[in-house]
């Protein structure tokens, strides 16, 4: 059996000398279409699991961005932005240096 990744090193053996994308993708297409359906089994099997775990991470993730940031979790702020933001409020003012 073959996978892509093993295609293509396979192929840049073969072709040295072959710098082009589309050629390997191409022969790599041309290598999926004539094999038949029993050789193609594992691999569609294979997206077929990392479809399922795909689409399980997506919805949580999207159930994590509908429910928001949590209370203890910190923001996107990093600690010298909140500590700037602080010291501009007491009306104290830094000089910073470049």
Same mark, same amino acid.
């Given at each position: 059996?073959?996978?892509?990744?093993?295609? +293509?090193?396979?192929?840049?053996? !073969?072709?040295?000398?072959? @710098? &082009?994308?589309?050629?390997?993708?191409?022969?790599?297409?041309?290598?999926? @279409?004539? $094999? &038949?359906?029993?050789? @193609? /089994?594992?691999?569609? /099997?294979? /997206?077929?699991?990392?479809?399922? !775990?795909?689409?399980?991470?997506?919805? /949580?993730?999207? @159930?994590? $961005?509908?429910?928001?940031?949590?209370?203890?979790? !910190?923001?996107?702020?990093?600690?010298? %932005?909140?500590?700037? %933001?602080?010291?501009?409020?007491?009306?104290?003012?830094?000089? +910073?240096?470049?």
């Amino acid at each position: 059996m073959i996978c892509r990744e093993d295609f +293509r090193v396979t192929y840049k053996e !073969e072709h040295p000398k072959n @710098k &082009s994308v589309a050629a390997v993708g191409k022969a790599g297409g041309e290598k999926w @279409k004539s $094999l &038949s359906d029993s050789e @193609k /089994a594992p691999y569609v /099997a294979k /997206a077929d699991k990392r479809k399922v !775990e795909y689409e399980k991470n997506m919805k /949580a993730y999207n @159930k994590k $961005l509908e429910e928001g940031p949590k209370e203890d979790e !910190e923001s996107d702020k990093s600690v010298s %932005e909140v500590n700037d %933001e602080d010291d501009a409020e007491d009306g104290s003012e830094e000089v +910073r240096r470049r």
